[in-house]
């Protein structure tokens, strides 16, 4: 079985800053791109970030200059480091992760509010 564990969300003003982790446990030989994605109430789920194994990066536009993925492959964690955090980033957001022979798996979510 694979797991997927985030940590990180909560409460913050507008401007502030908050980082992600989400590491994944169980039984693998290697993971394939990780990332996040996010939904807000009322509306579709989208992308927020991604990484590949060798580091390359995706950003939806509308986190892009503000948020910056990262993954640790040695813990098989990915990080998403959030700056000038506003209220429409508002959301619960999921980490994912590809797993080579295997399903894709998600995250439960974890919650980010941003307040104005």
């Known amino acids: 079985q694979v797991q997927l564990v985030e940590s990180g969300g909560g409460l913050v003003q507008a401007g502030g800053s908050l980082r992600l982790s989400c590491a994944a446990s169980?039984?693998?030989?290697?993971?394939?791109?990780m990332g996040w994605y996010r939904q807000a109430p009322g509306k579709q789920r989208e992308l927020v970030a991604s990484?590949?194994?060798?580091?390359?990066?995706t950003y939806g536009d509308s986190v892009k200059g503000r948020f910056t993925i990262s993954r640790d492959n040695a813990k098989n964690t990915v990080y998403l480091q959030m700056n000038s955090l506003k209220p429409e980033d508002t959301a619960i957001y999921y980490c994912?992760?590809?797993?080579?022979?295997?399903?894709?798996?998600w995250g439960q979510g974890t919650q980010v509010t941003v307040s104005s």
């Open positions: 990484i590949t194994s060798g580091g390359s990066t």
């Open positions: 994912y992760a590809e797993f080579p022979g295997l399903y894709d798996y």
């Open positions: 169980g039984r693998f030989f290697s993971i394939n791109a």
